[in-house]
């Protein structure tokens, strides 16, 4: 049997990167990957000479227009069109030339806004959705429910899974645009820096979120995709196909911020500041469809903090602003 010709579309971001380098470990693949200069995901030709043209065995869906809060709130627009767009081009696209195997990485944001928690995958399309970033959810949807179809109609093997918060290597350390736990490594490494006697952290520290390592994350959709089309279609339904990928566990934010200064090595006091909203009290994935299909999480956060942080002091100069 031949080697997979396998493509990775996003190839540069923190989860495409970290697909990458777990693909890299299997022996039988051959690793194919374009960056937006060489192949725009928004032309729908364009991707389909490339697909046509690439004879590819499976494909990963890492690709996407993401960003913080602000980013969706200034952005909604752009949000919905390009992911719509991404997933739209590279799926038919996929369906088209042959693929028969296609992961589509999606997001715990899917999910309703007051969903019970631990949140399952049932929960999707059962209530109303966060508004700031409602139409970066509906795109994801849209792309759990386009390789459903195309499942349905066709017979093909295109599965989704949703990830919860990630970090670790090539985030985003953007001073406005970042996510939780590089915006506080951001922040903690500055104060260490300037020599600050404090750390002020938003709201009262009581909310809690679940987090996972990128490694993690890309070794659990690795897994995915190759489990036996039986397996798969067993723990799940066509039209509820999806498969949550966390740790299954939460911690918060005063002891991700209190973890974070130990790993940092900042030894001022934190401070948190409660004039400032607190969000959601809870997030976290129900990972048993996952557990029960023989994955479970590796990298405690402690532990996944300290391979970020290297990473960042290595690469400070260049990661984004």
């Known amino acids: 049997m031949g080697r997979r010709r396998i493509f990775v ?6 989860v495409g990167s970290a697909l990458l380098r777990r693909l890299q470990i299997e022996q039988d693949s051959i690793l194919i990957t374009r960056t937006r200069s ?5 032309d729908k030709s364009a991707v389909q000479n490339f697909l046509e043209y690439g004879k590819f065995d499976e494909v990963y869906l890492a690709a996407a227009k993401v960003g913080g809060i602000h980013a969706n709130n200034i952005y909604p627009a752009e949000f919905i069109y390009e992911n719509l767009m991404i997933q739209a081009n590279v799926i038919n696209a996929s369906h088209l030339s042959g693929v028969q195997k296609l992961l589509f990485l999606g997001s715990s944001c899917i999910y309703p806004k007051f969903a019970t928690q631990p949140m399952n995958e049932s929960a999707l ?3 109303n959705l966060e508004p700031t970033n409602e139409p970066y959810a509906i795109a994801k949807i849209a792309g759990i429910k386009l390789c459903e179809s195309y499942n349905r109609q066709y017979g093909r093997d295109y599965r989704s899974v949703m990830p919860t918060n990630l970090y670790g290597e090539n985030d985003n350390f953007h001073s406005e ?3 939780v736990i590089p915006a506080m490594m951001r922040r903690f490494h500055e104060a260490k820096e300037q020599k600050l006697n404090e750390v002020s952290v938003w709201g009262s520290g009581d909310p809690k979120r679940e987090f996972l390592y990128v490694d993690d994350m890309a070794d659990a959709s690795v897994h995915v995709m190759n489990l036996d089309v039986e397996t798969y279609k067993k723990n799940t339904k066509p039209m509820l196909s999806h498969i ?3 740790s299954g566990e939460d911690c918060s934010i005063r002891q991700l911020a209190e973890t974070m200064k130990k790993v940092i090595g ?3 006091e934190i401070v ?3 004039c400032k909203p607190d969000g959601t009290p ?7 469809k996952l557990k029960t299909l023989g994955w479970s999480y590796k990298t405690p956060l402690e532990i996944g903090l300290q391979r970020t942080y290297e990473w960042f002091l290595k690469n400070q100069d260049t990661i984004r602003q």
């Open 177 to 179: 645009n970042s996510h």
């Open 38 to 42: 060489e192949l725009n995901l928004l």
């Open 272 to 274: 948190f500041d409660t």
């Open 244 to 246: 949550n990928v966390g």
């Open 9 to 14: 579309a996003g190839h540069s971001g923190m």
């Open 282 to 288: 809870r997030k976290l994935m129900d990972v048993t």
């Open 266 to 268: 900042f030894e001022g």
């Open 125 to 127: 399309l059962t209530g």
